[in-house]
């Protein structure tokens, strides 16, 4: 998948629409504001497509009623847009200085004023940071239950965390798994206590406390975790098909920090319109308060972003 160089001049080159992040969010923003033939520009620092690139199969987009890989959706969308004219480049941008119809954009690859700017940079989980959960991120490791649980129909699966999520995708999963082990280190969840009742009262959800997760391993399949009690220190092991690890996620919202209000995890407040408090800067997709964090919810959010940012060029 390739990204289309811009060509630099000496003076910063402008757009009337700059979209940071080449996902779900900011590639259909890209489709929608090129297409009504604005000029555009989307920023990408990694892969085109965004996290879910990282999906081995996307069951839950529609028009595809037998699944298509991550890799290929974030292709199809990039090929969509670009066909209308939008322009990519591979950069990061570090730096954004507001200003009316004349937003600064500072990447490694030059400087861009943007006349408005769709903020579409994503989440990333929080990983375990133990060995092998990088090599088995869609072959048994998870992030997402809603993304992932059926996969695991009648299978042993565990979650990871304690807090609200965690609980959340144990319960969701007890709709398809035999059994869910919930994985804590500490030996009482943080979860609200209403989440708390439910996933007590749910028999298919087994709790193990005072527990940390040391290592993944399989054979080209999650087949066991390693486990570590931190209160006697002795190791076990639990076979399983499933690992969904449910412990946050942090938005990529770090140059808006100062500039635009967020919640307290730092995702990006916006109203239904993705406007936020700075006319003409629009947000959407997973970096956004209160997201569903899926694909689709993504590339809706960015066609509202878009059609909200053609109204403010159009007036
Ligand atoms: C393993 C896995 C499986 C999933 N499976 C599914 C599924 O089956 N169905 C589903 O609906 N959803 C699934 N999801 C969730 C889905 O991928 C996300 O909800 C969706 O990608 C969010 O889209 P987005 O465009 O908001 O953000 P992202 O996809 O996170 O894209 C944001 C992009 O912005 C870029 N970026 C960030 N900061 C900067 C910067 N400063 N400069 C330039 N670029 C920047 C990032 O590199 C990234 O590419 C899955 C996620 C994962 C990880």
Partial sequence: ????????SNSSRIYQVVIIGGGPAGLTAGLYCARSRFNSLLIEQGIIGGKITNAERVENYPAFPRGISGIELGQLIFEQATSYGLETLLAEVSTVVPGHRHNLVSTGEGDFVAESIIIASGSQFRKLDVPGEDKFVGKGVSYCATCDAPLFKGKTVAVIGGGDSAVTEALYLGNFASSVKLIHRRSQLRASKIFQERATAEPK???????????????????????????????????????????????????????????????????????????????????????????????????????????????
Avoid: C
């Fill in 1 to 8: 998948m390739s990204l289309l160089p811009v060509k630099q």
């Fill in 205 to 315: 959800i087994e709790f193990i406390w005072d527990t940390m997760v040391t290592q993944i391993e399989g054979d080209g399949v999650v087949k066991q975790l390693r486990l570590k009690n931190i209160r006697n220190d002795k190791i076990s092991i639990l076979q399983l098909a499933g690992v969904f690890v449910a412990i946050g996620s942090e938005p990529n919202s770090a140059q808006w920090r100062g500039l635009l209000p967020l919640d307290e995890e730092g995702y990006i407040i916006t109203n239904e319109l993705m406007e936020t408090k700075i006319p003409g800067v629009f947000a959407a997709g997973d970096v956004r308060h209160n997201s569903a964090r899926q694909a689709i919810t993504a590339a809706g959010d960015g066609a509202t972003a878009a059609i909200s940012a053609v109204r403010f060029l159009s007036f």
